[in-house]
């Protein structure tokens, strides 16, 4: 049996700093420390020349279970759906109404950081309600 291996998910992005943020309010990971001298990652991304602006940017899971965030600049746009999506657990093990009422809070939570709700699917007799959405970028993720 092969090793277990950490994992890191990486995402093509047009503002790396900015979609990191999002994802640490979303998903309640953190970003590294801010160099010294600086108060914020924008700041000190501010403070270098266009040419040294990082083309990269990670978050990670403060408790180090989860894999690590990577958001890289591309210079296309997300043009199709994606082919991998993070689904944020908001309801898991919950059910019926007390899920879906929790999934609508998360959604809205997330709606004022600027995610984008795009359908409810709800209930039925075999999977419980899930809420698609779009993150600042228009990358798709799950709450279940």
């Known amino acids: 049996m092969p090793a277990l291996r950490q994992l890191q998910i990486t995402i093509d992005c047009a503002e790396p700093a900015r979609l990191a943020a999002f994802w640490c309010e979303a998903a309640g990971y953190v970003l590294p420390p801010v160099p010294e001298g600086f108060a914020s990652w924008e700041e000190y991304h501010h403070s270098l020349p266009a040419e040294e602006q990082p083309s990269y940017f990670a978050c990670g899971d403060p408790t180090g279970v989860g894999p690590r ?3 890289q600049r591309v210079p296309e746009g997300k043009t199709v759906k994606n082919r991998v999506h993070i689904d944020v657990r908001a309801g898991q093990g919950l059910v019926g109404d007390e899920r879906l009422a929790t999934l609508r809070a998360e959604q809205a939570r997330l709606e004022a950081l600027g995610a ?4 409810t699917q709800l209930a039925d007799d075999e999977n419980e309600s899930c ?3 779009q993150d600042i970028e228009g990358n798709e993720f799950c709450l279940d």
Do not use: A, G
């Open 69 to 71: 965030l990577l958001f």
């Open 116 to 119: 984008v709700h795009l359908y």
């Open 131 to 133: 809420v698609t959405m």
